[in-house]
């Protein structure tokens, strides 16, 4: 025991550089992907309830690694906010998604996910905008969808970057809601579109009536506030009937699909006689 911090300094240090190595490498990795066509999208259905259509798309990054295989959005895009790379990926799955989620359908809207760092620059107005032009998808069918943190340091700054981007057509969705500190109150100073009622709170529905009742809640203020509410994590058939009966708008998760290849996607489902 005498001897445990040197063993551990000698045991930690070489790994602590091949860590270091392993990092650069990753990142340098990581752009050349970007310009290899090594990334790809998956598209996860958005279902209107009331409708009983799939209205939207989200689209979700997979990176295929060459030798190392499939690697999940949790196990790059945070080292991709680090070093900055989160720019061109970002550009690559809007362009991407705009022009494949066109090719699908006219009537399509299409979600994205933005990092919050990259949601308090102001240039996120020019690099949407002119994909947009560019790919010419029409701006009120884009939904940003971000994490409330994107709000939370310089509030006048991105607020002013969202009401840029709603000018010219775009949809702004809180993703995650409910896992971090916005109150409804805080979300009402931002022009946000519809809120995304995190997964954890729809996944405790099934056997805690206060998890039902909170969602209820939820819903109903978020009606208050005039914001399209969309429940995340559906899995199950009477999760979907419990949020039909609370008027939730927008149902996603495993139930409705998992995210999957557009080609698989089919619009014309009713999800309430699925089994
Ligand atoms: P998110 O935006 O909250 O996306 C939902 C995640 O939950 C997805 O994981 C999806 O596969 C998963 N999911 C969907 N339905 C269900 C369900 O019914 N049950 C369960 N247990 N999970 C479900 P995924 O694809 O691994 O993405 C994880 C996160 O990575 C996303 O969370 C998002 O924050 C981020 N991400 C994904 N694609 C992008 C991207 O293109 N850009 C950025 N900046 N972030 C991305
Ligand atoms: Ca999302
Ligand atoms: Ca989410
Ligand atoms: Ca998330």
Not at 80 to 89: H, K, R, S
Not at 165 to 175: T, W
Request: hydrophobic fraction near 40%; charged fraction near 25%.
């Amino acid at each position: 025991a005498k001897n445990a911090p040197n063993a551990h300094w000698v045991f930690y240090k070489p790994d602590m550089a091949e860590q270091i190595v392993q990092r650069r490498e990753l990142e340098q990795e990581l752009r050349e992907a970007i310009k290899q066509n090594q990334l790809f999208l998956l598209y996860q259905p958005r279902y209107d309830i009331s409708l009983q259509k799939i209205t939207s798309l989200e689209a979700l990054v997979r990176w295929q690694h060459p030798t190392h295989g499939l690697f999940m959005p949790d196990q790059f895009i945070p080292l991709a906010e680090e070093t900055g790379i989160i720019i061109p990926l970002t550009d690559w799955v809007l362009t991407t998604a705009c022009r494949e989620v066109m090719a699908k359908s006219a009537d399509l809207s299409l979600s994205v996910n933005i990092s919050p760092v990259e949601f308090k620059a102001s240039d996120i107005v020019f690099r949407v905008k002119s994909i947009l032009a560019d790919t010419g998808f029409d701006p009120s069918r884009l939904e940003l969808e971000v994490t409330e943190n994107a709000t939370l340091s310089k509030p006048e700054n991105t607020l002013k970057i969202m009401q840029q981007l709603k000018s010219f057509g775009v949809k702004l969705l809180m993703d995650d809601f409910g896992t971090g500190y916005a109150s409804l109150n805080y979300l009402r100073s931002f022009p946000f579109d519809g809120i995304k009622l995190d997964k954890s709170f729809i996944m405790a529905m099934d056997d805690s009536d206060s998890a039902k009742n909170i969602v209820e809640k939820i819903i109903g203020l978020g009606k208050d506030f005039n914001l399209e509410v969309t429940a995340e994590g559906v899995e199950t058939l009477s999760q979907l009937q419990q949020l039909e009966e609370f008027e939730c708008d927008i149902a996603q998760g495993y139930f409705i699909s998992h995210p999957t290849t557009l080609d698989k996607i089919e619009l014309n489902q009713n999800f309430k006689n699925k089994k």
